[in-house]
């Protein structure tokens, strides 16, 4: 008994050492075809203190989720969906993003942010490259969980690949 408090002593040491340190570099997101809008609903988390150094690097100067300007992390946010999360229709061409908001559980060092990608032909063969936070992290790995209707695929994107195509399974 003593050694299980021990380990969980430990273990929560290691998870909790620095302000927000965590020792692996993951996103997940949840994306839902909404066959009514004609849009993909995306939720993305993402570690707070990792998407701030994101945003720092496109703005060039330090970002923080508490205390700069929220038009300016909407725009900041706006900027880098569009170029690291990537959604392709099945003929190719780049699906426009709509930003809807964000959600930041500060005590989890969790940011939620929640957007739409039009998609009219519907979600089967669309493309997606999802690069968010691999250029701050060799090891970054992000996951998507696609759903349409009752048809459900996850898709991994490992550090060193790219794009992947959604094919619900027959």
Request: hydrophobic fraction near 45%.
């Amino acid at each position: 008994m003593l050694f299980r408090a021990l380990i969980a002593v430990c273990l929560a040491g290691f998870f909790v050492s620095g302000t927000h340190a965590h020792p692996i570099h993951t996103s997940f997101a949840e994306a839902d075809y909404n066959s009514a809008t004609k849009k993909l609903e995306v939720t993305l988390r993402v570690f707070a203190d990792d998407f701030e150094i994101a945003l720092g690097q496109l703005a060039g100067a330090k970002i923080s989720m508490e205390k700069s300007p929220r038009a300016e992390i909407d725009a900041l946010t706006r900027a880098y969906l569009v170029s690291h999360f990537i959604v392709k229709t099945r003929g190719g061409s780049l699906a426009p993003q709509h930003w809807t908001g964000r959600e930041l559980k500060d005590a989890d060092n969790e940011l939620w942010l929640y957007f739409e990608v039009e998609l009219p032909t519907g979600v089967d063969g669309i493309r997606v490259d999802y690069l968010v936070l691999k250029s701050l992290h060799a090891d970054q790995l992000n996951s998507l969980r696609v759903r349409d209707g009752s048809r459900s695929l996850t898709l991994i994107f490992p550090p060193a690949e790219g794009e992947r195509t959604v094919r619900f399974p027959p």
